[in-house]
C-alpha cells in the first residue's frame, strides 16, 4: 500500500486547474430559490419595475431639474421607479449600447434623433400614443410633435424642452446708449446691418469690444439640432429639406443670399475678430461668460429658453425680444419655429409600458413644473402655453415667445433629415468656407447641395425621388 | 534527425495555453476581433445600427479621391507630426540636459517640469484656453493694457496648430525622464577624455552627449510620432477642428465619421489609412536609425 502523501506539481497544478474551473461555474449557476415562499404583500413589491434613464443635460440648473424630475416619479405610488444617469457624449455610448443589446429603458436628449429614427434604433410609439389617457396627439404645439415623425411613424414624446426657437433678443443698455429704438426693432436683413455698425465697437488698436450681432451664434449659427441649419435658409423663405423626395434645395439662390448675408456681417467685424470673439466668450445665453449674457453682443437670434437662463446668468441686466429678422422681400413676414427633445425608447428594451408610463409622466404638468422651476424650459404641452400663467412672469420675454407660436405668420417644424450630422458637418464647413474666403457663395452653396445629396444618395439611395 | 513530438510535449503545451489562456481570450476578444472586423467593415457601407454592405474598396477610393475634408485633414496632421514631434523632442532633450546638471533645488525642477504629465488633459485644456483667451487670457491682458491687437492663438488658421504644438511642448514630462535616463549613462570617462582633446562645452555636448543618447532620441522619436498621429485629446477640447478645419486631425475627422455621421465603414478605412501611414513612417525612422543611432554595444 502507497502512503505516499506528496503532492507533485503537476499534480498541484492540475488539482488548482479543476477547483478554479469548478468556482467558475459555481459562480455562473442560478442563485439559489428562497427558502420560503414570499407573502402576498412581498409579492406585490417584487413587481416593481425599474427602469433606467439617461439624460445628456447637466450643469447646475439641467441636473437639478432631472434629478427633481426622478425624485418626482419615485415618490408616486407606482410600480415603476426610475433610475437616472447623465451621460455625456450620449450620442457615442447610445450608439454603443444599442448595438450591444443594452440601451436604456427611455433617453432624452442629445442624440441625432433623426438618425436613429431612420435606422430603426428607436421603437416607433403610435400604439402606445393613440392608447395613452395622458398623451393625445393634439396636446402639442403644432409641428412638435410632426418633428419627432419619420416615415409617418412617431419615434418620440415631447418632454423637457421643446419649443419656439427664433426670437431676435436684444441688450437694451447697449441698444439705448446707440440711441437705436427697440421699439422698432430692424425688420430686414439691411436694417438689421445698419443696427449692427451703430452697435459693434473696437477700441483702438483694432480690437472688438462690443459686437452688434453674430450670425453664427445660437439658433442663427451653431449646434447640432435642425432648425439651426434651418434658420438661415427659412429667413429667406427657402425650405431646404423636401420631404417628399427627401432631398435638399441649398443650391437656390435664396440660400446663397442667405450666405452673403453672413458673410457681411462677420466682414464688418473682421473674421479674425470675429472668430476671437467667439472663442474668448463662448455662445449661446446659458452661460455667465458668454458674450450675449455679459454685455459683450448686443443682439442674439435664440429661443423661448434664453429668458430663462438669462435670469440666471444676467440677473442685472435687462433684455427685450422681438421677430426675427427676414429678407427684404419678406419684411411683412413673421415666422416662428418649433422644435425640441423627444423621449424616445430604443429598440430592444423589453419594459415598454413602464418606460412609456415614465414618458407620460414627464409630459405632465407636474414634471414640467419642476423642469420649468429649475430651468425655465417648457416641453411643448398646448395647454402650458397660456402667457398669463403666474410661474411664465418669472422671467421676463418668456410671454413673448409663448404668443409667437399663436401670432406668427409662418411656423415651421424641424426637418427629420437621416443624415442630419453630416449635414450639420456640411454647414459649417460652407459657412466657415464662405466667411474665411475660400469659397464664393454660389460655390459654397453647390458644393453643400452635391455633397449632402451624394451622402443621402450613398446611405438612403431607396429613399430619394 | 527530426525531433518527434511527444504526448507530454503537447499536454505541457495544453496546459501553458490553459495558464494565459485569460489574456489569450482577452486578447481574441479585445483586439485580433476588432482588427480583424474594422478590416472587414472598412470594405463596406455600415453605419452600427444597420446591416453592413459590401462595396469593395469605395472608402478607400472616396477618401483619396473625393472627399476634401480628408486631404485637409491629412495636412494638418503631418504638419502636427513634421513640426510637433521634433519641437517636443529638442525642448525635452534640452530640458533633461539642464536638469541633469549639479545645480540647486534640482529636484523640485525636476518635478515641475514632470508635473504637466500628471495634469488630466482637460484640466490642461482648460488652463490653456484661458492662457490663450484673447480677452482675459494671461498674454492677451497685457497686450490689451499697453493698446496693441491681440493674439488669436487659437482663433487664426495660421497659429492655431502652432499654439496646440506650444501645449504638446510644455508636456514632455516623460520624454525628460526617458532623456534624462540616458543622459546619466553617458560616460564621464568619454567627457573627460574630450575636454583633454580640447572640445568645448558645446563640442562635447554635440559629438559626444548626443551620440550616446541617440538610442533613446529613437525611441522618444518613434513614440512621440505615433502618439502625434493619433492627437485627439486637446484638440477636441480647446478648437473643436477649427477654425475653418485648421486643426481637424485625422482622430478627429475618424471620430466625427464614426459617431456623428453614422460612417463607421468609412471610419474604418480611415483607420487602416491611418495604420499603414504610422507603419511608413515607423520603417522610414528605423531605416534611417542605422545612419545616426548609435549603440554603444556594437562592434562598429
Redesign the interface.
Known sequence: MNHDTTLSRRRF?QLS?VGIGGAAIAACAAPAAPAAAPEEGEMAAEEVVTISWWHAWGGTTGMAAMEGVAAAFNEEDRNVKVERLHVTEM??KL?AA??GGTPPDVGVCCV?YA??YS???VMAIDDQIDNSDVIGRDDFVPGLLESMQWQGETYGVPGFEAGPRYGLMYNKAIIDEAGLDPMNLPRTWDEMFEWHVELTKF?????VEIVGFDPRDATAGNGPATNIPQFWALTYGLDMWDDETNTFNYDDELFVSALKTIKRFTDHVGI?QM???????GGWTQSPSSSFPSGVQAMIVTGYYAPGELFHSAPDKEFGVGWAPVSGDRSDVTFQNVGGHPMYIPNGVTEIDAAFEFIEFCSEEKAQNVIFDNTGWLGGRKALYDPDLPKYQRYENLDWFLQSVNEADELWACPVIP?Q??V??QRS?TY??VI?G?KDPEQAAADMQAACTE?ML??FPELVG | MSQQWTPAQTRSLL?GL?FISPWLVGFAGFVLYPIAASAYYSLT?Y????PARFIGLENYVELFVKDE?FRTVLGNTVYLVVVGVPAGLVAAFLLASLLNRKMKLRPLFRTIFFLPVLVPAVASAEVWRWVY????GVINSVI?SW????I?F????ELAKPSLILIHVWAQGTAIVIFLAALQDVPSSLMDAAEVDGANALQRFWHVTVPICTPAILFVMLTGMIGMFQYFTLGWLLTQG????STEFFSLYLY?NA?????MGYASAQAWILFIIILAFTLLIFRSSARWVYYAGESD
Open positions: 497544478l486547474a450620442n457615442d450608439l444599442i448595438a441625432q438618425e436613429l435606422r430603426g434604433a477700441d483702438d488698436a483694432g480690437n479674425q472668430e476671437s470673439f467667439r472663442s474668448s466668450f443624415i450630422g453630416f450639420n458637418q464647413r466657415e468656407s474665411f475660400d451622402e450613398k446611405s | 496546459k490553459a457601407r453605419d452600427v445600427l444597420r475634408t483667451n484673447t480677452n482675459y490689451k493698446g496693441w491687437a491681440v488669436p487659437i482663433s487664426s488658421m477649427g477654425p475653418n478645419e466625427r459617431f456623428q455621421f453614422f460612417k
